[in-house]
Each structure stands twice: as C-alpha cells, then as structure tokens.
C-alpha cells in the first residue's frame, strides 16, 4: 500500500476502490468477525457458502463479505444477500446450499429463513421492514454491514478519513473544537461530560507531551457496545483518535482495552497497521505534518480500571487504584501530563459529525443530550442485541417496538440502565424519554448503555444484591466507605434474601448508602449504592415481603421459597425425576410425583425440564 | 501445563527475551506480566522475582500488581478451565444455577482446582456475549445458551472421569 | 488567599490541603491515615468537609484537597458528621480492639455498632507502607490483592530480605497501639471509661485511658470537679 499524500490522493484511492470493489456485483453478507457471531456458528457458514459457490464455479460472481456485528443478536448466524438485500436468520450450515440455489441463481426467497415478526406473524424480508430496525438510527453501528474489519479499503470507501483529511488541511484545531463543542457531543463512557469543553480544557492545558486515550475497557456487565465497535469498525475510533488528537496537540495515544476482547485487540491491531501503511497514522499524517501514533494496552481484569485515573495508573504499570480528581486529569493525567480521555462510543462519533457537520448532528436528540446512543438490550427480551436509537426516544419503544417485548408472555418489570452505577425503572416510568437528564432524575444513569430487562421472575433484592456483591469483588480496596461499606451491605441483603432481617436493616442500607455515595473515593464506590437505593425506592414493597412476611414474590431467593408439584397439571413422565442430583423426587409412572422438601436443594432443575408447567415455586 | 518448581537456565532466558521486547521499562510492567502468564499458564515466583531485579521495580510493587489483577494466577491452574460469566445479562437468565451445578459436578469453589488437577473454576464479570447467555467458557471454549442439564454433557468432553 | 472556614473568612497560603488550614485555625478534623511528614493518602476518609454550597455541595476529603480561593468550608455540617460516624462504626466493626478506633467512637458519640464484628487487626490505613517506605526507605512491605481481599504484607508473605526490623511500622500503627481493654459483646463498644472509676493521671501514674476529652470526670458526680483533662 502506498502512503496516501494529500486530500486529492485520498479520493482518487476512494474512487479506483469503489470501482474496483463496489460494483452492483452481488454480494452475501456473513457476520462472522464478532464474538458472538463467530461463537453462533458463523464461521461454518461461510465455509459452506465458500465451498457451496466454488461447486458452482460462482466464487468470482459473487463475493463473501465477513463483517461485524449487525446489531440484531438474537437472529445470529445473519445472512444478506445483496444487491436486493434480503436477510436471512438463524442460518445452519446445511441451509446455504438452498440459499445458493434458490436465491442467488434464482431470485427465489427461502421463505422459511425469514424472520417473522411475533406479534403480527408477517415476514420480514428487508433490514428495513424489520420492527427491530425500523426505529433505530444507525448512523455509527449500520456501517458495519458494509465493512470487513481486516479490510481498510472497505472502510475508505465509505469515507473513511475524509473527516481526517478535511480537518487537517481546511480546520484549525480551535475550530475543531468548536464544531464538536457545538454538535453537543457527551462522553458516552457513562460521565456524560460535554466532549468539547474536555478537550478545550485538555488544549488550554500546560504540559508536554500531551496524551490521548481511548477507553476500551468497557467492564459493564451486559454491556457490549464498545466491543462491536472496535470489532466491527476500529477505523471509525482510529480516525476519531486523530482527529481528536490534532484539535488537542497531542501525538501519542493509547487504546486500553479490557483483557476479555482478544477479538476486539486482534483487529485494531490489523487496523492500525494498515493505517500507518496508507499514511493515516505515524508521521507526517496525509502529508499534512501533523504526527500521531497509537499504542495497545491490554488490561488485567479488573472493572475498576475502567475508571480514568486507575487506567492511568494501570498504564503506568502500578495497580489501578483510582486517585481523588481534585487536580483533573486534562491537566494531569497519565504520567501527570494532560491527559484527554474517551470512550470508544464517543470516538466513533467524532468523524460523523466533521463529515455531516455539527449542525446536522445537534439536530438529533433532546435539548441537552444529541446524537444517537447504541445500547445493549439484554436479559427478558425477545430482541436481544445492540441498538442504536436517537436520545429521547421512549423507553417503551425500547423495550416494545425494537425489542419485541417480553418472551414467554411474561410481564415486564423493570429495565436497569448504567450498569452496576446504575440503578432499575419500574413499569411506571415506561414511557420515560432516554437521555442524561432524564434517566438521573429517575434515580438511574445511562452508564455506558447496557439496558437489562427485566420480568416478572426478577427479584429485585436479589439483583440489588447481585450488584453489591459485584462491585465488592471489583473494588479497588484503598477507602473505608466502599470496601468495608458494600461488604456490609452485601451483607444486610443476603440476610434479606435469607428472610433474617427487620425493618431496621432497610433503614441501615439507605443511610449506609448515602454515606458512601458521599464519601467514596471514586465513582465505583460513589455510585454502587445506586442499584440498591433505586430498588428500595421503586420495590420497597418487594423488601418488605422479604423482611416481614419472610416470603420472596418473584420465586428466587431460595431459602425462601419451595418447590412442589401441582397434582393437576404432573402428568408423571419422570423428566423431573431423572435431573434431581438429590433424588428428592419420587412417585410412579404415570401418576403426579412428589418432591420431598427436606432432601430439596432449589437448584431448580426440575423447573427448568418441566414441559407442563407443573412445577411450583413458592 | 508446567509444574510449581524450580525455573531453568532457559526459562531464564526466555524472561529475558520478554523483558527486552518491552525494552525492561517500567510502564510495561503489566503487559510482561501478560506474557508471561500466557508461556508459564501462571506467574512463577522466580519470575517475579526476575522482573523485579531486571526493571529495577521493589518487589513488593510487582507482587502487588500480580495480585491485584484477577487476569493473573500465582498458582498454576487445573488442566482445564472452567469459567462461567456472571454478568447481569447471563445472572438474569440463571447463570447462578449453571454454577451451582458446576461446583456440585466438579466439587470445588470458586477459584479452587479439583483434586486430580483436571478443572479450575473462575468465574467473570461479563464477556459481552450477552445475546448467548448463560455462557460458560472452558479452556478456548466457548458454550453459550447454559443450562443446568447441560453441563455434565459438556464437561464429559473434557475429562473421562465423567 | 482567603477561603470561609465555618462561616468565618481566614487568610490561608497557597499550597495549603484543607486540613492544614484548618488545623491551623484550630478546627478538630479527626484523621486515621494522616500522618504528619508522610504523603497523605485518603483512605480512611474521616477528614471529610462539606464544601460548596446547595445542590453542588459535596465531601471531600481535607488530608489531600487544596485550598482555592473563594472555598467555603464547613468542617463539622451534619452530613459530615453523620457520615464520620458511619465510617467510624464500619471501621470497630473491622477491628474491635483497636483503642484508637474505641476511642473515636466515644469522641464522635457513636453508641452502637449494627454490624457483626471482624476479628481484623489491620485497618489498612496504610501509614506501615508509607512509613517503610518515605521514612525509612526500605519498602518492604505494601499492599497486595484488592478489595475485602486487600492486606499489607511483604512479597509472598514470606521474610523480606528488604526488611531491616526497625519497628517503625509498628510504632506508628494505630491498631498496634494499646489495645483497648473491653468491647463489650453486645455493641462491640468499650465503653471502658464510663465503666471504670475515673482512671485519670490524679490516681494512676500511668493513665489507662488518653480520651479527650475525657468523659470520666464529667460524669463522677462524687469527685470535685477537676475540669476537663487534656491528653
């Protein structure tokens, strides 16, 4: 690859690739190139599409595109057949022979591959006439569709570092942070922060070097925006780096990202490199004398280092326990130089606002919260996947239109936004519209954009506990507040989940959490007490049940329920029997069986096998 | 899967080589850590030792990184490892149950080793394949959609004594 | 520069933490980490003040915050003080026979523990690592793991060869210091000086209790009164 020289250099290359590449030659889209895909059999698929189209001598016809993930998970292994765009779910190995001879030389649809919508039964042939789609905004994740990740030309034909190139031939730095400033633009990460005022302090600032970073150590559980991102598309976090990295006057940046994505490493790994081939990155970047590199960072797993100053300080080798930000870290960061820190959302937005301009961008959105969000739509929901929707759409469509409401005909009960610093919305909140303000005002917060719904089999003491005991184990250790404080808290509410607790242990919990929210030394510690002080406030009824009637509504804390079994509806065929690790169950064929509650362990196994709803949690 | 012992002259070496790949300066304390970890399966003491010595860091700091960090194990682990993901998405779909089951097949806790080496159960906060939850990991493994049933199956793959 | 320090205006130099400044003003902000010739280190907490005002006002922690000018301080609000005290009952309940902590917990009128006591002996201030290594250069102990998991030790537990049995770690350990006589089971409280006659330095020559002020002679309504004791 050549090192590309100036603007015109870069959009000659654009043209020559589109002609070469992007012709209406047919197409099928694999989504191979992501964790999950990859894990739901997608790779077997494209062997068998290879295979399949060499057997008929179309493997030069037609060209296999493996991308990043498309969003809508819980339909992988997905498959596109362009140029008509036809998509087809769940697709098995044995399914592309069909599909080879069907569609691609017949134009025939497998009708049986389609996906059918739930409620109304139709089947959906197009991304677009897909309810899962229809109300999302994908300006950043949709472009995954058109990019292999190895494949850097994929990403310059559809502009990729044109933004680059403009803002370094025809933008002053200042005027870049003015544009962001104006787009709205805030920190994705789960701060909130306003994007360009943090680089215009990260400017002002005195110090040299100057450091850029992007944190990739996206450690929310249920949260996994970040990870398709740089999976699917590094280059659009790349060219965001750059960019950013020229309006602050730094040269040197860091991606850190979390030890659990090898895949996600792997391909910015590949991405920088042809960057740097192509001239996007090292020295005198597109010739315009502006230099930048950036260097990977693995992590050692610990949640905590999701923080910024304990990143830094995991950068610098040392453990990552956080520091108090009395002294910011745009003033001193890594090393106690300025240091400018993003999240890997955030980046990706940063080319698509110099490309539409700041105007088109402020439109989208509310009043204080602009732009799209991508979140993870999780846990009891039909549609699980990532979804990337304008702020302040409300949260029932959410969860009903995108998401297809809840499986199993269950009820909803809550959604828990912002991870572990996050907190629940109940039902009657179900119309609330997404943004910042919003969701904080509710008791919760974006966070990073893991969205966990909830049903009615939710307990939610038990999630609240769930939550402590998470941070517990994440917690860097160093202040009083958070280590000994959620310890005691886990502690009160697994005696609330073992029905050993009164009505003071619920005082103790909201005034021991308002004291480390006040005391805490970083936000891990000052915003763990979320989850349980949002739970207590909007579930309060669901503690006392716990604490005065010893009694757990959803059926899960185990010490306080019982499983047995409904003499109507058993009709003894004995699966429960055979998966009992207690042998707790007996009874004779053909008649109701019996659990014995003494030998009883609540592993639940027995539900989990039951084909007539004939087992009973109390 | 190499045994908690003496390190031999090559082993030596091979620290070396590591430590001279990130040109032994401080900064890189945690990605030399990572690689040794992924040739030793663990972090041997004599290596730690070694780092210290080499990058000139006290080494009570560096045995303070290697046991903050839940990415590193100071004990070498079973032939097998078992790790469930407990993150909310996975824990709302049951993942509590898959491990309890896991550690009544395998009899062990969390963080332990089965007698006979063969299985170490870990556990971790979330490996963002949310979509595929409950997900239980063994060795490069990756087992998603996790049922308590399933998990004598699975593991019968990986050792005979089930 | 002039910050507001409870209400009055005061003169204070720039470099200052909040804790100086008000120490020199002679407002008592109690401490557990702080030490004075070691690197402050925020840990404990205990130090917190309540500074800015409606919404935006907040707890820092005055071992490390500088003074800025303009800073409005109030070292002993309620939220401050209900939140030293929550942070002292977790801390007896982490380790109970500690005399310092007893102690605090007497100064700060805390008269119940509602947690299940520890039997710990370390409160992981973390004065023994700052102390072996800024005082005494010899950084053989630190912290190791984290979380509930988190200790001070030396590498490997084992003997350190760093390590030359100065005993300035413990000296300078405030659970190592005189081990309190009596928590009592139920509210793992001593309570010592309120059960004890009056143990102060007119009758012993080595005075049990360094409370201050002391509660004892201000509740013996037998003895004459002797004013308040300093330590």
Redesign the interface.
């Given at each position: 690859m050549k090192k590309v020289k100036n603007p015109q250099e870069l959009e000659t290359l654009r043209k020559t690739i589109l002609q070469e590449k992007y012709s209406e030659k047919p197409c099928i889209i694999i989504s191979e190139k992501s964790t999950c895909c990859y894990l739901s059999g997608s790779r077997e698929v494209v062997e068998a599409f290879e295979e399949g189209l060499k057997n008929f001598d179309l493997q030069n016809q037609i060209d296999i595109k493996t991308t990043g993930c498309l969003g809508f998970c819980e339909i992988e292994p997905i498959v596109i057949i362009e140029p008509k765009g036809i998509v087809y779910q769940k697709v098995k190995r044995e399914d592309t022979l069909e599909i080879i001879t069907e569609t691609i030389l017949n134009d025939i649809i497998v009708e049986r591959l389609l996906y059918v919508e739930p409620v109304s039964g139709n089947k959906c042939k197009t991304e677009e006439s897909m309810p899962f789609y229809k109300k999302q905004s994908r300006f950043i994740l949709g472009n995954n569709r058109f990019i292999n990740p190895l494949e850097i030309n994929d990403y310059i034909a559809i502009n990729g570092y044109k933004a680059l190139a403009n803002v370094l031939y025809k933008i002053k730095p200042e005027d870049v942070i003015d544009e962001i400033k104006k787009s709205g633009l805030r920190g994705r990460g789960g701060g909130g922060f306003p994007t360009g005022k943090k680089w215009e302090y990260a400017r002002a600032a005195k110090g040299d070097p100057k450091y850029v970073i992007c944190n990739a150590d996206e450690g929310d559980p249920g949260a996994y925006m970040d990870r398709s991102l740089l999976e699917g598309n590094p280059h659009s976090v790349i060219e965001g780096m750059i960019i950013g990295a020229y309006a602050i006057g730094s040269h040197e940046g860091f991606v850190y990202v979390r030890n659990e994505y090898p895949l996600a490493v792997n391909h910015l790994q590949n991405a920088i490199k042809q960057a740097e081939e192509y001239g996007f990155l090292g020295k005198n970047i597109i010739g315009s004398g502006f230099d930048f590199t950036i260097k990977i960072s693995r992590g050692g797993g610990a949640f905590v280092c999701g923080e910024s100053t304990a990143l830094m300080a995991s950068l610098e080798g040392k453990p990552g326990e956080p520091r108090a930000k009395y002294i910011h870290t745009v003033e001193k960061g890594l090393w106690n130089k300025p240091t400018n820190l993003n999240n890997v959302e955030t980046w990706a937005n940063v080319p698509l606002i110099i490309n539409r301009g700041a105007d088109w961008y402020s439109k989208i959105g509310t009043d204080k919260s602009k732009g799209t969000k991508i979140f993870s739509l999780v846990g009891k929901i039909n549609n699980t996947g990532l979804v990337e929707v304008p702020m302040g759409i409300k949260l029932n469509e959410i969860i009903y239109d995108i998401g297809g409401g809840i499986p199993d005909g269950k009820k909803f009960k809550a959604v828990q936004t912002g991870g572990p610093s996050g907190g629940c919305i109940p039902e009657s909140l179900i119309n609330l519209p997404v943004d910042y303000e919003k969701l904080t005002l509710a008791g919760s917060m974006m966070g990073s954009g893991g969205m966990i719904v909830m049903d009615e089999e939710t307990c939610m003491v038990d999630v609240a506990k769930y939550f402590v005991n998470f941070l517990k184990e994440e917690s860097c250790g160093k202040c009083v507040p958070c280590r000994e404080g959620l310890e005691r808290m886990g502690e009160i509410l697994t005696d609330i989940t073992e029905g050993k607790s009164n009505d003071e242990d619920l005082e103790l919990l909201e005034e021991l959490g308002e004291v480390i929210k006040d005391t805490a030394l970083c936000a891990l510690g000052g915003t763990a007490p979320n989850p349980v002080l949002s739970t207590i406030k909007y579930f309060r009824d669901e503690y006392k049940a716990h604490i005065e009637d010893k009694r757990c509504p959803a059926g899960v804390c185990k010490a306080l329920i019982e499983y047995s079994i409904d003499l109507n509806k058993c009709t003894g065929c004995g699966l429960c029997l055979k998966q009992c690790p207690q042998d707790a169950i007996t009874g004779e064929k053909k008649k109701a069986y019996n659990i014995d509650p003494m030998k009883c362990i609540k592993c639940g196994a027995c539900y989990d096998v039951c084909k007539f709803d004939a087992i009973i949690k109390k | 899967m190499r045994k908690q012992g003496e390190l031999l002259p090559k082993d030596f070496r091979l620290l070396d080589a590591i430590i001279k790949k990130y040109e032994g300066k401080k900064e890189f304390l945690i990605c030399i850590l990572q690689d040794i970890q992924n040739v030793f399966e663990y972090l041997p003491r004599q290596a730690l030792i070694h780092v210290s010595e080499k990058l000139e860091i006290p080494l009570i700091q560096v045995y303070g990184v290697a046991t903050f960090f839940k990415a590193f194990s100071l004990t070498p682990k079973g032939g097998h490892t078992c790790t469930i993901c407990l993150g909310t998405a996975c824990h709302v779909r049951g993942a509590e149950k898959v491990l309890d089951k896991v550690k009544r097949s395998l009899d062990i806790e969390v963080g332990e080793t089965t007698k006979d080496m063969q299985f170490t159960l870990k556990t971790v906060n979330c490996l963002g394949a949310c979509a595929l939850g409950p997900m239980m990991v063994v060795d490069d493994d990756y087992h998603g959609h996790m049922s308590q049933n399933k998990v004598d199956e699975i593991l019968k793959k990986y050792s005979s004594r089930f | 520069m002039e910050i507001t320090l409870n209400g009055v205006k005061v003169q204070v130099e720039e470099g200052w933490t909040i804790l100086e400044a008000a120490r020199f003003y002679g407002a008592n902000i109690p401490t557990l980490c702080y030490y004075d010739g070691l690197e402050p280190y925020?840990?404990?907490?205990l130090c917190?003040v309540e500074i800015g005002k409606d919404d935006r006002a907040?707890?820092?922690?005055s071992c490390?915050?500088?003074v800025k000018e303009g800073l409005k301080i109030r070292t002993h609000s309620p939220?401050v003080v209900?939140?030293r005290k929550?942070?002292v009952e977790?801390?007896v309940?982490?380790c109970p026979t500690s005399k310092v902590l007893q102690d605090l917990a007497a100064e700060l009128g805390v008269d119940k523990v509602?947690?299940?006591p520890k039997n710990e002996d370390c409160?992981?201030c973390g004065l023994c690592v700052r102390m072996c290594k800024e005082q005494m250069n010899a950084?053989?102990?630190?912290?190791?793991?984290?979380?509930?998991?988190?200790r001070i030790t030396?590498?490997?537990n084992a003997k350190?060869d760093?390590c030359r049995t100065c005993g300035a770690c413990e000296w300078i350990c405030p659970a190592c210091q005189l081990r309190c006589h009596g928590p009592e089971p139920p509210t793992t409280l001593c309570s010592g000086c309120l059960n004890f006659s009056p143990p102060c330095v007119d009758k012993y020559e080595d005075a049990m209790c360094y409370l201050d002020p002391c509660v004892a002679c201000l509740i013996d309504k037998n003895e004459k009164k002797i004013g308040k004791k300093k330590k």
């Open positions: - | - | 925020g840990s404990c907490r917190v907040k707890l820092v922690v490390i915050h500088p939220r209900k939140a929550i942070l977790l801390l309940a982490r509602r947690f299940k409160i992981l950084e053989a102990i630190g912290f190791v793991s984290r979380g509930v998991n988190k030396t590498p490997f350190s760093k």
